[in-house]
């Protein structure tokens, strides 16, 4: 089983300011993780697939990047309605699916 | 538009049994690998199961084999959860899942709750 690991638990932030997040897995996945967001009360969304590509409708501050074993999403000029709990999930080697435990971005 | 609409949910007694059922419109289900994903209250998300577009094959978490077994009607565009043998442990949210390639359970439904209690 591949295991994910997420950095920082919590990051605060201002709204307007920009945020990054990590991802890691305990072995290569090559470029096959997905980014989700998930607000209270509703369903995990899909923002990125492929470690890079933007889902259709995902606002263009939104980017990731990395591959192999270390990922990075990052969002250039944090919006109200992202603050919210963000999680990576390796879809390279199934099953299981795994998600990373995530993280949660609030307002500083 | 895609629409998952899970349905079922409820409170239960340890030992007991509950089916869940995610009724799917908006694209050709029949096409589609679907999942149950769960996640427990204020905790992160867990994969449960997973069925192939045609039912033929099946995976599932160690922590439900043999409890809880994955199903789909694509006559009736509905995809199934059999939970027996319920836990405490098994409380959750359950969200049923579409692949959207290359990425399995990709969109979501919007979950129903299951609570296992005493």
């Known amino acids: 089983e591949i295991v994910m690991t997420q950095s920082p638990a919590t990051l605060s932030v201002s709204p307007g300011e920009g945020a990054t997040l990590s991802c890691r897995t305990s072995q290569s996945v090559g470029t096959n993780l997905a980014w989700y967001h998930q607000k209270p009360g509703q369903a995990p969304r899909l923002l990125i697939y492929g470690a890079s590509t933007t889902a259709t409708g995902v606002p263009a501050r939104f980017s990731g990047s990395g591959s192999g074993t270390d990922f990075t999403l990052t969002i250039s000029s944090l919006q109200s309605e992202d603050f919210a709990v963000y999680y990576c999930?390796?879809?390279?080697?199934?099953?299981?699916?795994?998600f990373g435990p995530g993280t949660k971005v609030e307002i500083k | 538009q895609v629409q998952l609409v899970e349905s079922g949910g409820g409170v239960v007694q340890p030992g007991t049994s509950l089916r869940l059922s995610c009724a799917a419109s908006g694209f050709t289900f029949s096409s589609f690998g679907m999942h149950w994903v769960r996640q427990a209250p204020g905790k992160g998300l867990e994969w449960v199961a997973s069925i192939i577009y045609d039912g033929s094959n099946k995976y599932y978490v160690d922590s439900v084999k043999g409890r809880f077994t994955i199903s789909r009607d694509n006559s009736k565009n509905t995809l199934y959860l059999q939970m027996n043998s319920l836990r405490a442990e098994d409380t959750s949210v359950y969200y049923c899942?579409?692949?959207?390639?290359?990425?399995?359970?990709?969109?979501w439904g919007q979950g129903t709750l299951v609570t296992v209690s005493s």
């Open positions: 999930q390796q879809y390279d080697n199934w099953p299981p699916l795994t």
């Open positions: 899942a579409k692949d959207q390639h290359p990425v399995p359970a990709a969109i």
